[in-house]
Protein backbone atom coordinates (compact mmCIF):
# COMPACT_ATOMS: atom_id res chain seq x y z
CA UNK A 1 0.00 0.00 0.00
CA UNK A 2 1.54 3.31 -0.79
CA UNK A 3 0.65 6.68 0.42
CA UNK A 4 0.65 9.82 -1.17
CA UNK A 5 1.17 13.43 0.71
CA UNK A 6 1.19 16.46 -1.47
CA UNK A 7 2.53 19.76 -0.32
CA UNK A 8 3.29 23.25 -2.23
CA UNK A 9 0.12 24.54 -3.28
CA UNK A 10 -1.21 27.92 -2.67
CA UNK A 11 -2.67 31.16 -3.76
CA UNK A 12 -0.23 33.49 -6.37
CA UNK A 13 -0.81 35.72 -8.82
CA UNK A 14 -0.92 35.35 -12.40
CA UNK A 15 2.67 34.97 -13.56
CA UNK A 16 4.11 33.74 -10.17
CA UNK A 17 5.43 29.98 -9.76
CA UNK A 18 4.61 27.06 -7.48
CA UNK A 19 6.63 23.96 -6.72
CA UNK A 20 4.28 20.88 -5.98
CA UNK A 21 6.13 17.81 -4.39
CA UNK A 22 4.70 14.20 -3.39
CA UNK A 23 6.20 12.44 -0.82
CA UNK A 24 5.51 8.93 -1.28
CA UNK A 25 5.45 5.86 1.99
CA UNK A 26 5.05 2.25 2.25
CA UNK A 27 5.82 1.35 -1.19
CA UNK A 28 8.37 0.82 -3.41
CA UNK A 29 8.49 4.25 -5.47
CA UNK A 30 10.95 3.64 -8.21
CA UNK A 31 8.43 0.95 -9.53
CA UNK A 32 5.80 3.39 -9.98
CA UNK A 33 5.08 5.50 -13.03
CA UNK A 34 3.93 9.09 -11.09
CA UNK A 35 1.58 11.40 -12.28
CA UNK A 36 0.09 15.06 -11.53
CA UNK A 37 -3.59 15.22 -12.53
CA UNK A 38 -5.70 18.23 -11.21
CA UNK A 39 -9.59 19.09 -11.14
CA UNK A 40 -11.25 22.29 -11.28
CA UNK A 41 -14.12 23.03 -9.33
CA UNK A 42 -17.11 21.74 -11.11
CA UNK A 43 -14.75 19.81 -13.49
CA UNK A 44 -13.14 16.51 -14.44
CA UNK A 45 -10.13 15.32 -12.88
CA UNK A 46 -7.42 15.03 -15.72
CA UNK A 47 -3.83 14.61 -16.42
CA UNK A 48 -1.29 16.89 -16.22
CA UNK A 49 2.06 15.40 -16.23
CA UNK A 50 3.43 11.93 -15.83
CA UNK A 51 6.77 10.46 -15.43
CA UNK A 52 8.75 7.34 -15.93
CA UNK A 53 10.16 5.07 -13.16
CA UNK A 54 13.30 6.15 -14.08
CA UNK A 55 12.09 9.56 -14.98
CA UNK A 56 13.28 9.31 -18.85
CA UNK A 57 9.72 9.16 -20.70
CA UNK A 58 7.47 12.00 -19.45
CA UNK A 59 4.34 13.52 -20.97
CA UNK A 60 2.43 16.83 -20.45
CA UNK A 61 -0.72 17.60 -21.63
CA UNK A 62 -0.54 20.79 -24.48
CA UNK A 63 -1.82 23.12 -22.37
CA UNK A 64 1.17 22.86 -19.74
CA UNK A 65 3.58 22.06 -22.28
CA UNK A 66 6.97 24.79 -22.13
CA UNK A 67 5.63 26.02 -18.37
CA UNK A 68 5.44 23.15 -16.13
CA UNK A 69 7.96 20.21 -15.34
CA UNK A 70 7.47 17.21 -14.01
CA UNK A 71 10.64 15.56 -12.03
CA UNK A 72 11.44 12.65 -9.32
CA UNK A 73 13.84 11.73 -6.93
CA UNK A 74 13.50 8.40 -6.43
CA UNK A 75 16.15 8.64 -3.53
CA UNK A 76 13.73 10.51 -1.72
CA UNK A 77 10.74 9.00 -2.75
CA UNK A 78 9.19 12.21 -4.42
CA UNK A 79 7.91 13.60 -7.20
CA UNK A 80 7.71 17.02 -8.08
CA UNK A 81 5.55 19.43 -10.62
CA UNK A 82 7.35 22.79 -11.28
CA UNK A 83 4.60 25.14 -12.27
CA UNK A 84 5.66 28.62 -13.79
CA UNK A 85 4.08 31.37 -15.54
CA UNK A 86 0.69 30.21 -13.86
CA UNK A 87 -2.52 31.19 -14.92
CA UNK A 88 -5.99 31.59 -13.67
CA UNK A 89 -7.00 28.74 -15.22
CA UNK A 90 -4.39 26.67 -13.96
CA UNK A 91 -6.81 27.07 -10.44
CA UNK A 92 -7.39 23.38 -9.22
CA UNK A 93 -7.01 20.65 -6.47
CA UNK A 94 -3.79 19.03 -7.69
CA UNK A 95 -3.65 15.50 -6.93
CA UNK A 96 -0.19 13.16 -7.21
CA UNK A 97 -1.07 9.40 -8.33
CA UNK A 98 0.82 6.20 -8.51
CA UNK A 99 0.37 3.49 -11.00
CA UNK A 100 2.66 0.49 -12.25
CA UNK A 101 1.89 0.83 -16.16
CA UNK A 102 4.14 3.00 -18.41
CA UNK A 103 3.91 6.16 -19.60
CA UNK A 104 1.74 5.86 -22.27
CA UNK A 105 -1.83 6.68 -23.42
CA UNK A 106 -3.32 4.44 -20.19
CA UNK A 107 -1.06 6.13 -18.12
CA UNK A 108 -3.27 9.58 -18.70
CA UNK A 109 -6.66 8.13 -17.69
CA UNK A 110 -6.93 8.51 -13.93
CA UNK A 111 -8.65 4.91 -13.66
CA UNK A 112 -5.58 3.30 -14.21
CA UNK A 113 -3.87 4.69 -11.14
CA UNK A 114 -3.89 2.57 -8.15
CA UNK A 115 -2.85 5.45 -5.05
CA UNK A 116 -3.83 8.58 -5.30
CA UNK A 117 -2.76 11.75 -2.45
CA UNK A 118 -5.43 13.80 -0.67
CA UNK A 119 -4.93 16.90 -3.19
CA UNK A 120 -3.41 20.41 -2.43
CA UNK A 121 -4.88 23.29 -3.96
CA UNK A 122 -3.44 25.85 -6.19
CA UNK A 123 -5.53 29.10 -7.04
CA UNK A 124 -3.96 31.61 -9.48
CA UNK A 125 -6.04 35.60 -9.40
CA UNK A 126 -5.61 37.27 -12.19
Known amino acids: QVQLVESGGGLVPAGDSLRLSCAAS????????MGWFRQASGKERDVVAA????????YYTDSVKGRFTISRDNSKNTVYLQMNSLKPEDTAVYYC???????????????????WGQGTQVTVSS
Open 51 to 58: ISRSGDNI
Open 26 to 33: GGTFSSYT
Open 97 to 115: AATKLPVSTRSTRRSNYDY
